[in-house]
């Protein structure tokens, strides 16, 4: 098979790129040097946006089956075993499909992920397999590669980095992760614990605790705890025995003091991104574009949703060529912006009030919370921060913002026909026609009332992306105005639904 875009990296964000690339019907190749999975648990949580983008991609219901699903979540003072707050995803269930959150540890997700890619006949995995070399030119790149049989040079229209923040790619390109590193060190550790007859509520975090301490449960009596370490404290020492069995106490009571630690390690947390997340033809995407705070699970969740947006392009710019690099523009700058002016924001704060923050104004903070989650919008809200449903593309060349719903996540409400636009949808491009619009000669969704947050005045007509993002809102539409906005909308490499050329 010659691949039409190779990816370095078989990890979750590059597995994810490939099924979005098939899903448009594109071949890919990935590379990756190790066949091992780390065993290590990683990134533990997968929130409402990125499950849809897999639903889209055929690799949901695996990841659900091995999972553990929750529609409700409550951290708890693990102090005083009590709820600080509780966040129902159901709040939004008119607009998510899968309202809420799936514990699974990284391994299983790059697990089941890699078996989807094996199962899909557009996509090739090549292990044992190194990148170490690339050179690109107005038509294609060439990518070296040292595996056990030699070196391979391996050519495609386009090269996706995927292989995490010490990788290969984002090194060849001259590109070095901008941004800020935060003082404090973080040790995080999986452990074994036994109820004793006790019920631990999950995630627990230590409000009483100088600097952060939580623990979360990802399989039944497996926990993450992850705990900030005083700067007095040494690297060795951070990680030893006795230091575990203090935190572990702490999270769950003197009788778990004794639980078994199955590994351990120490990192500090970074906000940083690449001044760029394209050259040429060459992406990048995931870690090895973005670093972010592990505060809100936004790791591989912020991951997985640049595969959706360059998927998408990638398979536009394959159809047209002269189209291709207003594309990848386009990727760089939305996905920037979000990074910057969305996950960076949350973490940030996330992050400063977890770690920083004295226990009194903690306690102060949750309270608030707690109070302010009483009226319904702010629960909406909370939601859709947390699960990653907020953000907008204000400055993509691709979106006409003139209209507030435009550069946003299209809601996903139920049609006049009953199943949902993303049910009806399927991870493609459409046109929803809203109060009674109709557009002679295309294939539209149609909804009769929608929802009055949209803001539409009048009759209007939705450009929405693949990746279910509002590229225009056409109030009073024609024809003509709707050809000219989807025209943009996929800088002329897409066709309205219905007009194809077979």
């Not at 575990?244 to 630690?261: D, P, T």
């Not at 435009?406 to 026609?433: H, P, T």
Request: with cysteine; glycine share 8%.
């Amino acid at each position: 098979m010659k691949p039409e875009v190779v990816i370095v990296g078989a990890g979750p964000v590059g597995c994810s790129l490939a099924l979005g690339l098939a899903h448009h019907g594109v071949r890919s190749l990935i590379i990756e040097r190790s066949r091992e999975i780390a065993r290590e648990s990683r990134a533990l949580v997968i929130w409402p946006r990125t499950a849809e983008l897999l639903r889209d991609w055929s690799a949901w219901e695996p990841l659900l089956a091995a999972g553990r699903f929750t529609t409700v979540f409550t951290p708890h003072d693990a102090t005083r075993d009590e709820a600080l707050l509780s966040i129902d995803f159901c709040d939004i269930d008119d607009s998510v499909e899968s309202p809420g959150v799936l514990f699974i540890p990284q391994y299983d997700t790059v697990r089941i992920l890699r078996e989807r890619v094996e199962a899909n006949p557009l996509c090739e995995l090549r292990y044992d397999e190194e990148a170490v070399g690339l050179e690109q030119d107005e038509r294609e790149v060439r990518l070296r590669t040292q595996g056990e049989n030699g070196g391979t040079t391996f050519t495609a229209p386009f090269v996706v980095g995927a292989d995490g923040a010490h990788g290969f790619v984002r090194h060849a390109l001259g590109f070095s992760l901008q941004g800020a590193t935060y003082s404090t060190r973080v040790a995080i550790a999986d452990i074994g614990i036994e109820s004793h007859g006790r019920t631990y509520p999950s995630p627990r975090i230590a409000l009483d605790a100088p600097g952060l301490l939580v623990g979360i449960e990802y399989a039944p009596g497996i926990w993450r705890t992850i705990a900030s370490v005083a700067p007095s404290t040494g690297d060795d020492a951070a990680l030893a025995p006795e230091a575990h069995a203090a935190r572990i106490a702490h999270l769950f009571g003197e009788q778990a003091r004794s639980a078994q630690v199955y590994w351990s390690s120490l990192f500090r947390i970074h906000r940083r991104h690449a001044p760029n997340f394209i050259s040429g033809r060459v992406a990048l995407a995931g870690d090895a574009a973005h670093l972010n705070s592990p505060a809100g699970g936004q790791g591989m969740n912020a991951g997985i949703p640049d595969t959706a947006n360059l998927a998408w392009r990638l398979a536009c710019a394959l159809r047209s060529s002269q189209c291709a690099q207003a594309l990848l523009v386009g990727y760089d700058i939305e996905r920037r912006e979000m990074q910057n002016d969305s996950i960076e924001r949350t973490t940030d704060l996330a992050t400063r009030l977890a770690v920083y923050a004295p226990p009194s104004l903690k306690r102060l903070a949750f309270a608030w919370m707690r109070r302010s989650l009483r009226a319904r919008g702010m629960r909406r809200k909370a939601c859709r921060t947390l699960g990653m449903l907020d953000g907008r593309y204000t400055r993509s060349p691709d979106v006409d913002t003139s209209h507030p719903l435009a550069g946003r996540r299209i809601g996903d409400v139920a049609l006049d026909n009953g199943r949902r636009i993303n049910e009806e949808r399927r991870g493609r491009a459409a046109l929803l026609c809203c109060g009674g619009a109709q557009i002679e000669g295309v294939t539209s969704l149609a909804l009769a009332k929608p929802p009055k947050r949209w803001l539409l005045k009048h009759p209007s007509a939705i450009v929405i992306r693949p990746d279910g993002f509002v590229a225009a809102v056409i109030e009073k539409p024609t024809r003509e105005r709707v050809e000219t906005m989807w025209k943009r909308a996929f800088c002329c490499a897409s066709p309205l639904p219905g007009t194809e050329t077979p």
